[in-house]
């Protein structure tokens, strides 16, 4: 991930890989044949520390979600994912790969919280889940960019509660 961070994927090399973690380039290519599964593995790595989580209630869902995306988007690992995402015009099928195989699992957390939200009455039923998973995403990750404080949580907060605004019963 560090190597990845530091080059970005134009200059990411698995021999550099290898010579960071003090292996064999033979043993980063027995697990990575290619640098872009290496790669892709490197930034889901990143991204699975988000878990579903039911407290019962959307907004506690929405809440812990977004603590767990700021914990992951915070710091080297947010470098690591801005990079990523950067280079995704230059490199369009590793980025397509990336939307595929890491990021629409990661929203699925975020869409199964509105989904259980809606069978209990809670959510509207006609609740876009997808778009509340984008927004969270987004929004957290935004707000990761201007740097840590305990003004942060607040922020975070008052974005799950704008989320919820359209999308809870009687609101």
Do not use: N
């Not at 980063?28 to 699975?48: C, F, G, I, K, N």
């Not at 975020?110 to 889940?129: K, L, N, S």
């Not at 305990?150 to 989320?163: G, H, N, S, Y």
């Amino acid at each position: 991930m560090a190597e990845l961070a530091a080059t970005g994927f134009g200059a990411f090399s698995p021999v550099a890989v290898a010579r960071r973690a003090g292996v064999a380039k033979g043993t980063v290519y027995l697990r990575w044949p290619t640098r872009e599964q290496l790669a892709l593995d490197a930034v889901a790595a990143v991204s699975d520390r988000i878990e579903d989580v039911d407290t019962g209630t959307l907004r506690g869902d929405l809440l812990a979600l977004a603590d767990q995306i700021h914990a992951v988007v915070d710091g080297a690992h947010g470098q690591l994912l801005m990079r990523f995402y950067l280079e995704s015009t230059t490199y369009p099928e590793l980025y397509g790969r990336y939307e595929r195989e890491v990021v629409d699992q990661r929203l699925t957390v975020a869409m199964a919280a509105v989904h259980r939200a809606a069978a209990r009455g809670e959510a509207r039923v006609d609740t876009d889940a997808e778009a509340v998973a984008e927004a969270l995403t987004g929004g957290v990750f935004f707000l990761a960019t201007r740097g840590g404080s305990a003004a942060a949580a607040k922020r975070r907060e008052a974005l799950v509660d704008q989320i919820l605004h359209g999308t809870l019963q009687g609101q």
